[in-house]
């Protein structure tokens, strides 16, 4: 996949990873080289000769100093340029989105950039719709080792599936969310998790906070007293933000955060496990289904069932 020189052939689309750091052990071994990922997809350790490479070719782009690991994709020869950047860029959506659901950290792509200059420039313009500025919040740098590798892919063919057969529905609102609940200050980032929350708990329901809380709790199945009282906080404070409460404190939010942050990480991933079940003209219905029995399943005997009938 590479010359001799570690830099990709003008076959390759690239793409820049920040606050991304990858092991070859738990013992923090040493940075592998190459990682090969679901779909062809390559990670790549940005060597001095790909670095010296890329300033070369695109001598306006400073950040290119910054990132030590780069996203390689192969390019379809037999696609336009504009088509391919648009399924390069669902594609790196969903490479990102797979990260932050299998775990925390401040992982963000840069620009998605072709290996051979382009009609449109040397530089393309085109921005994942998942980058951020992992500084602005705090969050921790990504750490990934070899070993997650394999349950990693498992990970993003659930997606990847799901989405090119039609079956991600409000998933698919819940992902968007969720990545945007990565930037922005403190009140957007909670307001993006409730959101994303309601995609997947609440239908047409009255007393919204309380059966989110509920629902969230009873089906995530641990420490349900506490997620349910950390669920209610945050409604409770995204209320507050929504209707513009003068007496709130921001300090709560910041706190509050990386709870539903996790709670929300672990929902999506057992709603995905959900969605090969349902057909996609089925998916309406079948969100309907799921929350009564949801709410059945509380109700009767505070187990977990399986949603089908």
């Known amino acids: 996949m590479t010359t001799e020189n570690a830099i990709p052939n003008e076959s390759y689309w690239l793409c820049p990873l920040y606050s991304f750091n990858c092991y070859s052990s738990e013992d ?10 679901f779909e062809d997809i390559q990670l790549q350790l940005v ?53 932050r659901l299998y775990h925390t950290g401040g992982v963000t792509p ?20 998942a980058e951020i500025d992992p500084t602005s919040f705090g969050l921790p740098e990504y750490e990934f080792y070899l070993s997650d590798v394999p349950m990693f892919n498992k990970l993003m063919g659930e997606i990847r599936t799901c989405r090119k057969t039609g079956k991600l ?23 993006d998790q409730m959101i994303a929350f309601e995609s997947l708990y609440i239908g047409d329901d009255k007393e919204l906070g309380y059966k989110l809380a509920l629902r969230t709790a009873f089906f995530l199945g641990k420490k349900r ?32 955060i990386p709870k539903t942050e ?4 672990q929902s999506i991933r057992k709603f995905l496990a959900l969605l ?21 399943n509380i109700l009767n005997n505070g187990r977990v069932l399986a949603f089908r009938e």
């Open 28 to 37: 923090l071994g040493y940075p592998p080289e190459k990682i090969d990922l």
């Open 47 to 99: 060597t001095p000769e790909l670095r010296n490479y890329l300033h070369l070719r695109y001598p306006d782009w400073d950040e290119a100093s910054v990132a030590d690991y780069m996203i390689v994709m192969p390019r379809n020869g037999k696609a336009s340029f504009l088509r391919e950047i648009a399924d390069k860029s669902e594609l790196l959506v969903d490479l990102i989105s797979t990260f």
């Open 110 to 129: 840069g620009p998605l950039l072709p290996s051979k200059p382009s009609v449109f420039g040397d530089i393309a313009t085109y921005i994942s719709k």
């Open 169 to 191: 529905g409000a998933v698919d609102e819940a992902l968007r969310r969720f990545n945007f609940s990565y930037s922005g200050e403190p009140e957007d980032r909670l307001i």
């Open 225 to 256: 007293k506490q997620i349910f009282s950390d669920m209610k906080q945050a409604y409770d404070l995204r209320g507050k933000v929504v209707h513009g409460t003068k007496k709130m404190d921001l300090l709560e939010i910041e706190k509050i």
């Open 262 to 265: 996790e709670y929300l990480r």
């Open 276 to 296: 090969p079940l349902y057909s996609p003209d089925d998916l309406k219905k079948a969100k309907e289904k799921r929350l009564a029995k949801l709410d059945e």
